[in-house]
Nanobody
Framework: EVQLVESGGNLVQPGGSLRLSCAAS????????MSWVRQAPGKELEWVSR????????AYADSVKGRFTISRDNAKNTLFLQLNSLKIEDTAVYYC????????RGQGTQVTVSS
């Protein structure tokens, strides 16, 4: 059974940083594409970033490019998302996803950017 558990969300001021983590189990993490998506209040799910397990290549939505960095630790079956220069519009529940779609995903972690 695929299990994804996100953590690291918090309340942060504009311009601040956070590091999100996703602990994965129930599948071969090192051979799976992994993604981050988010859902802001009243809005649909939005793709944020993905990483290729083999090449390590990553991609980002235009809205976060240059500010967010996705990475992974295959030895610890953990996916990360470093969030820098946070903006109010980054406020959302962030989910990690196995693969390139929107499911399966974890329960999410809340990121709130507010002054």
């Amino acid at each position: 059974e695929v299990q994804l558990v996100e953590s690291g969300g918090n309340l942060v001021q504009p311009g601040g940083s956070l590091r999100l983590s996703c602990a994965a189990s129930g599948f071969t993490f090192s051979s799976s594409f992994m993604s981050w998506v988010r859902q802001a209040p009243g809005k649909e799910l939005e793709w944020v970033s993905r990483i290729n397990t083999v090449s390590g290549r990553s991609a980002y939505a235009d809205s976060v490019k240059g500010r967010f960095t996705i990475s992974r630790d295959n030895a610890k079956n953990t996916l990360f998302l470093q969030l820098n220069s946070l903006k109010i519009e980054d406020t959302a529940v962030y989910y990690c996803v196995k693969g390139l779609g929107y499911t399966p995903r974890g329960q999410g972690t809340q990121v709130t950017v507010s002054s």
